[in-house]
Nanobody, 124 residues
Framework: QVQLVESGGGLVQAGGSLRLSCAAS????????MGWFRQAPGKEREFVAV????????YYADSVKGRFTISRDNAKNTVYLQMNSLKREDTALYYC?????????????????WGQGTQVTISS
């Protein structure tokens, strides 16, 4: 079992930045591929970014490529999502997720563990 707790969300103006954190506890964090997803009101949960266990491989949704950066610190059992040049369409509840295995999955059904989410709201 892995427990995930997100933090760092908030209200920020368009063009601003936020850094989300996801703290993991339970089984060995470094053994998991970690992903970020988001869900806007009335929409399905969508993939944002994923990082492999060692942190040297990442993959992003086209909508955030060049603006968001995923990273991890295995010594701190934490994964991060640095979000720059934020847009109103980035407003959503952001979730951290974990999966065993090395595949950089971009679909929700491949992740076994989820946090409760942290709200990100972008104002114009």
């Amino acid at each position: 079992q892995v427990q995930l707790v997100e933090s760092g969300g908030g209200l920020v103006q368009a063009g601003g930045s936020l850094r989300l954190s996801c703290a993991a506890s339970g089984r060995t964090f470094s053994g998991y591929t970690m992903g970020w997803f988001r869900q806007a009101p009335g929409k399905e949960r969508e993939f944002v970014a994923v990082i492999n266990w060692s942190g040297d491989m990442t993959y992003y949704a086209d909508s955030v490529k060049g603006r968001f950066t995923i990273s991890r610190d295995n010594a701190k059992n934490t994964v991060y999502l640095q979000m720059n040049s934020l847009k109103r369409e980035d407003t959503a509840l952001y979730y951290c997720a974990a999966r065993s295995g090395t595949w950089l999955a971009n679909t929700t059904r491949h992740y076994a563990y989820w946090g409760q989410g942290t709200q990100v709201t972008i104002s114009s």
